[in-house]
């Protein structure tokens, strides 16, 4: 079955460490995308990948880190320097098409725990 | 800048009773326009969309949505709602010429036997 995988599922660390959310698809998706969810927030863009070796920021990038090595592939690190880890973490995918309307589609979500 | 409002953060109902889930957009072009839902502790699937044509979209599970470009809305309807559709449903909007989206806040609907 093709999907999205996050692993693991609830992860706990402890503050000042850093710590990497896993994210594999094998849709052939070309984008894809990190979110944050909090409670009453909605969802909120961290980073997000159109290509392999290509990233941007998105709205709450501070704190952040990513990689996109690989198609399938696109791991997101919480640094020390995130002020306010403790969240539900969403990775999604997608195909944009040129003009855009594309549905996403998303992992079961990693919650971060840290104390 | 595209923005989204759902208006209520959490609607109760009883079971086999009617439901909307109000949604409203604001955007200087045109836009593309979604519906989510959430059951607990899981990822967001796609419940219907919007693109263009029919202003009525059909989705899955019985749901429904009416975009109405003058009242910049796309409220989501059941006629009858389940136990089981109690989950979070978000709304969401993408601009024509981008594929990033911006999400509501999410309404929790709470469906009591």
């Known amino acids: 079955d093709g999907g999205i995988t996050q692993s693991p599922k609830y992860l706990f660390r402890k503050e000042g460490q850093n710590v990497t959310l896993s994210c594999e698809q094998n849709l052939n998706h070309d984008a894809m995308y990190w979110y944050r969810q909090d409670p009453g927030q909605g969802l909120r863009l961290i980073y997000y990948?159109?290509?392999?070796?290509?990233?941007q920021k998105g709205d709450i990038a501070e704190g952040y880190s990513v990689s996109r090595e690989k198609k399938e592939s696109f791991p997101l690190t919480v640094t020390s320097a995130q002020k306010n880890p403790t969240a539900f973490y969403l990775c999604?995918?997608?195909?944009?098409?040129?003009?855009?309307?594309?549905?996403?589609?998303f992992g079961p979500g990693t919650r971060l725990t840290v104390l | 800048a595209q923005s989204v409002t759902q208006l209520d953060s959490q609607v109760p109902v009883f079971e086999e009773a009617p439901v909307e889930l109000r949604c409203n957009y604001s955007s200087s072009v045109s836009v593309y326009l979604f519906w989510y839902v959430q059951y607990p502790n899981q990822g967001l699937q796609l419940l219907l969309k919007y693109l263009s044509g029919s202003t009525l979209v059909k989705g899955i599970n019985g749901f429904e949505a009416e975009f109405n470009k003058s009242q910049t809305s796309f409220h989501l309807r059941k006629p009858s709602v389940h136990i089981s559709d109690t989950a979070e449903y978000f709304c969401?909007?993408?601009?024509?010429?981008?594929?990033?989206?911006?999400f509501g806040r999410g309404t929790s609907l709470i469906v009591h036997p």
């Open positions: 990948s159109q290509i392999v070796n290509d990233f």
């Open positions: 999604a995918s997608s195909t944009p098409g040129l003009a855009g309307g594309d549905t996403q589609y």
């Open positions: 969401a909007v993408s601009e024509r010429g981008s594929y990033i989206p911006t």
